[in-house]
Nanobody
Framework: QVQVVESGGGLVQAGGSLRLSCAAS???????MAWFRQAPGKEREFVAS????????YYTDSVKGRFAISRDIARNTVFLQMNSLKPEDTAVYYC????????????????????WGQGTQVTVSS
């Protein structure tokens, strides 16, 4: 059974940094992993994704230049380094895994992920 487990959330002041981790376990092929977030009263939104083989990365506009997604293939782990955090970044952050092949811009897809983690809370105080 495939499991996706996030860690690293917490409380931080505006302007601070946090690093989220997400480890995938179980028998599966990984083509794409991504981070999403959901703030109170809002829909879940795409944050960033990374193509597993080539390492190409994609970001939503609001986090470009502040967040960085990376991966450790040997450990089936994806990271999200979040810098210059703002109160509007407060949300539950979810990790997602996609078993389907993607190419180019298709690796920035927002739907169709196969496995999801339980989420980790990130709170940014002003």
């Amino acid at each position: 059974q495939v499991q996706v487990v996030e860690s690293g959330g917490g409380l931080v002041q505006a302007g601070g940094s946090l690093r989220l981790s997400c480890a995938a376990s179980g028998r599966t092929t990984i083509y794409l992993m991504a981070w999403f977030r959901q703030a109170p009263g809002k829909e879940r939104e795409f944050v960033a994704s990374i193509a597993w083989s080539g390492g190409n990365t994609y970001y939503t506009d609001s986090v470009k230049g502040r967040f960085a997604i990376s991966r450790d293939i040997a450990r089936n782990t994806v990271f999200l380094q979040m810098n210059s955090l703002k109160p509007e970044d407060t949300a539950v952050y979810y990790c997602a895994l996609d078993r389907d092949y993607c190419l180019g811009y298709g690796c920035s897809r927002r739907t169709g992920y196969d496995y999801w983690g339980q989420g980790t809370q990130v709170t940014v105080s002003s």
